[in-house]
């Protein structure tokens, strides 16, 4: 915070930031209600076993390959869980 701030100030970059928060919360809400809908078609065509199988596989194998290249479990596993959220938007 600088100290040339006023309270105005704070107050819209506070508000700037909970809008933020709350559009990512939204976008992440929307993500998981399209992800069951999938995984619902996905169960009507017989596959869902075997595609959450893949993608279990999928992340182990991102984990692997990033803890070759020298990144600690934590951020082999953020980045593996970035990977599947890109590949569940895609599917």
Known sequence: MRTSDTPYDRYRRDAEELMQRLDESHRVAEDVAAWKETRQALRERG???????????????WIRSERKRGKSLRDARLHADDVMARVRKLL
């Open 47 to 61: 596959v869902l076993d075997s595609v959450e199988a893949s993608l279990r596989k999928l992340r182990a194998f």
